[in-house]
């Protein structure tokens, strides 16, 4: 296993497409998170996934954006009429829950660009 | 709500001398506290993790931080920077729930010279 893996790494897509992206997690991890990253900030936390289930959304994550992650194992985040707003760095960690584990392991993003 | 403050967006430190990102948290609930760094065009790497314990923590590359609750401070210090540490460093928050989402700070730029 050689991490989390992110597809694709770059993406530019002209306003008002549908774009989607992966993240498959290392396999035993049973948590997946998405954040997002604009320049010169932080990441920001999207959403999470316990197994299959989402857990927690952010207030970021509006109704354009919808995460999946179907039998717990990789992820899609999908983001619908994409607006200018949207040009980020998406950035997917899994992690194995549970107490006193909490070091994640980022992917190294997809970067999407909305034109 | 937790939050953290990187003091400095921009530190620049000569080659072989002490590296000091500066990182203040608030939290309502005892913090598990990180420092990640992050190369161009990358992920975000682990360094090292306060969770319970020993308030001096050792990370990798050289790197350590100390928690120090009354100061609400989780600095990061290096004792002789080189040039690959050069890089966007943030430090994050955790609440002890089993959540375990984090909240990052806005980063530090560490630009080394020779």
């Known amino acids: 296993d050689t991490g989390v893996s992110q597809n694709p790494r770059h993406k530019i897509t002209k306003r008002g497409q549908n774009v989607t992206f992966r993240c498959d997690p290392i396999?035993?991890?049973?948590?997946l998170y998405w954040y997002r990253q604009t320049l010169g900030q932080g990441p920001e936390f999207l959403t999470y996934f316990q197994n299959e289930a989402q857990l927690e959304k952010s207030r970021l994550l509006s109704d354009r954006f919808s995460a999946e992650r179907p039998k717990g194992s990789f992820s899609t985040l999908e983001i619908q009429r994409t607006e200018q707003g949207d040009s980020a760095m998406y950035l997917c960690?899994?992690?194995?829950?549970?107490?006193?584990?909490?070091?994640?392991?980022f992917g190294s993003g997809t970067r999407l660009t909305v034109v | 709500a937790q939050s953290v403050t990187q003091l400095g967006s921009h530190v620049s430190v000569s080659e072989g001398a002490l590296v000091l990102l500066r990182c203040n948290y608030s939290s309502s609930v005892p913090p598990y506290l990180f420092w990640y760094v992050q190369y161009p065009n990358q992920g975000l790497q682990l360094l090292l993790k306060y969770t319970t314990g020993a308030t001096l923590v050792k990370g990798i590359n050289g790197f350590e931080a100390e928690f120090k609750k009354s100061e609400t401070s989780f600095h990061l210090t290096k004792p002789s920077a080189h040039m690959s540490d050069a890089a966007e460093y943030f430090c994050?928050?955790?609440?002890?729930?089993?959540?375990?989402?984090?909240?990052f700070g806005t980063g530090t730029r560490l630009q080394v010279t020779l």
């Open positions: 396999s035993e991890h049973n948590r």
């Open positions: 994050a928050v955790s609440d002890s729930g089993t959540a375990s989402k984090l909240t």
């Open positions: 960690a899994s992690s194995l829950g549970g107490t006193g584990d909490y070091g994640y392991t």
